[in-house]
């Protein structure tokens, strides 16, 4: 589903894991991206969160196990992929 929804934009998950990382292009602070998904009604966590050390990834973290219903999940990973196609501009 996330391969589909996301197209070709990269981000690494294990293929029988239960989120992804996605990289965050360069208009897209993290804080920013995070504030703009949950504005849209995605809640994402950012990369600083799980980092260790001084290196921030500008990345966030997507988590695809918590809601049972796949429709939400699709709709919600729509949304991921609308802002980033967006290339920083908030949409609702």
């Known amino acids: 589903m996330a391969r589909r ?13 239960l989120h992804l990382w996605l ?5 897209w602070q993290v804080s920013s991206f995070a504030a703009a998904a949950l504005e849209a009604g ?3 966590n ?3 969160l799980f980092a260790v050390g001084a ?3 500008s990345a966030v973290r997507l988590c695809l196990s ?3 219903d796949d429709r939400r999940v699709e709709d919600g990973l729509a949304i ?6 967006d290339g920083g501009r ?3």
């Open 5 to 17: 929804l996301l197209g070709n934009r990269p981000y690494s998950a294990d293929p029988d894991g």
């Open 90 to 92: 908030i949409v609702t």
């Open 23 to 27: 990289p965050l292009p360069p208009e």
């Open 55 to 57: 290196d921030k990834p």
């Open 42 to 44: 995605v809640r994402v």
């Open 80 to 85: 991921i992929a609308r802002l980033l196609a």
């Open 46 to 48: 950012a990369g600083d």
């Open 66 to 68: 918590h809601e049972v």
